[in-house]
Nanobody, 129 residues
Framework: QVQLVESGGRLVQAGDSLRLSCAAS???????MGWFRQAPGKEREFVAA????????YYTDSAKGRFTISRDNAKNTLYLQIVSLKPEDTAVYYC???????????????????????WGQGTQVTVSA
């Protein structure tokens, strides 16, 4: 079992920066982690993923340049740094853990929600214009 708890979401203004955190507990932190977001009335969408060693990252095209995923394995914590926030970044942000290893690892395979078996409760980010 893995428990994930996100934090850091809040109301910000366009152009601000924000760092979201996701604290993991319950199992050793040796699995792929990802960030997703879901805006009102829309499906949950992939933002970024990171390998357990933090050596490999993968971003959706719209996240490249403004979003940075990172992890501190000593603290069992995942992060998402967002800069130059825009109103369209308003969403609930979720972290997720993919604990089932694949026979052949490729970080780009972790862009779908189906790859993840544990989810946090989400943290709300609201960006005002």
């Amino acid at each position: 079992q893995v428990q994930l708890v996100e934090s850091g979401g809040r109301l910000v203004q366009a152009g601000d920066s924000l760092r979201l955190s996701c604290a993991a507990s319950g199992r050793t932190f040796r699995y792929v982690m990802g960030w997703f977001r879901q805006a009102p009335g829309k499906e949950r969408e992939f933002v970024a993923a990171i390998s357990w060693s933090a050596g490999i990252t993968y971003y959706t095209d719209s996240a490249k340049g403004r979003f940075t995923i990172s992890r501190d394995n000593a603290k069992n914590t995942l992060y998402l740094q967002i800069v130059s926030l825009k109103p369209e970044d308003t969403a609930v942000y979720y972290c997720a853990a993919a604990t089932v290893p694949r026979p052949k690892f490729s970080i780009s395979d972790y862009a779908g929600t189906i790859e993840y078996d544990y989810w946090g409760q989400g943290t709300q980010v609201t960006v005002s214009a």
